[in-house]
């Protein structure tokens, strides 16, 4: 029913920029968050930011805070994760999850999800 497509991942230099896309296939109101996951080679899956309609609310991860803006626009049923000043740090497969609570974590909270999209950071 719920299909999630994510873009716009790729190869960019320390310091530089992405945009990811989410894609928002057949969405209904009971998936009204909107939360984007990273994973980086042997490492657990981190959540990276979230958004909610429940008070337009918007969270971050600490290692994120201040490069990364998460925004949504329901008019073009697409999510996006703006990231910059990147580090070396960041690179991961990145995808985005939605659930039918508010913001978290908890990847309990999370059923649907994106096929991921590679970004490297990277000299």
């Known amino acids: 029913q719920l299909q999630l497509v994510e873009s716009g991942g790729g190869l960019v230099q320390p310091g530089g920029s992405l945009r990811l896309s989410c894609a928002v296939l057949?969405?209904?109101?009971?998936?009204?968050?909107i939360a984007w996951f990273r994973q980086g080679p042997g490492k657990g899956r981190e959540g990276v930011a979230c958004s909610s309609t429940h008070g337009m609310s918007t969270t971050y991860a600490d290692s994120v805070k201040g490069r990364f803006t998460i925004s949504r626009d329901r008019t073009e049923d697409t999510v996006l994760l703006q990231m910059d000043s990147l580090k070396p740090e960041d690179t991961a497969a990145y995808y985005c999850?939605?659930?039918?609570?508010?913001?978290?974590?908890?990847?309990?909270?999370?059923?649907?999800w994106g096929q991921g999209t590679q970004v490297t950071v990277s000299s």
């Open positions: 999850a939605a659930s039918s609570t508010r913001c978290s974590y908890d990847l309990n909270n999370f059923h649907t």
């Open positions: 057949r969405f209904t109101s009971d998936y009204f968050t």
